[in-house]
């Protein structure tokens, strides 16, 4: 079983595209379409495919401020939660970040009642820093 992170090319930004969330995590993070969009518009924005056995399971976004590397979005297919894949795919968008920022920290921002992603960021390794972003969202870095 193959699994890998893919840059997003117009030869797979249409099967990026067509991934979803359930409905309660709209509430959590942007549509894949404006988050293409804003890597289009600010080209510290890497947006990058998730991939199962050659097939889209998810999508991350990372940016890079400064000494800041933010993991801006995370997200994976509705049809493919609770398999171990979100889990899988942190931890592989962490060691790629610190293997391609060595010296950076790495930041991400979530809601404060996304209890199952809080979870998830804490048991690998990020810490709340008592910082929000823009959005109101709670700021976490890797310890």
Known sequence: MSR????ITSSNEKEILSLNITKEQHRFIEPISQCLAEAKEDNRYVPLG???NDKAVGFSMYGKFEDQVWLDRFLIDKRFQGTGLGQYFMQKLIEFLKNKFPTNNIYLSVYENNKRAIKL???LGFI???EED???EKVMKMK
């Open 50 to 52: 998730l991939y199962k």
């Open 134 to 136: 823009e959005n109101g």
């Open 128 to 130: 709340f820093i008592n």
């Open 121 to 123: 960021y804490k048991k």
């Open 4 to 7: 890998e992170i893919r840059d």
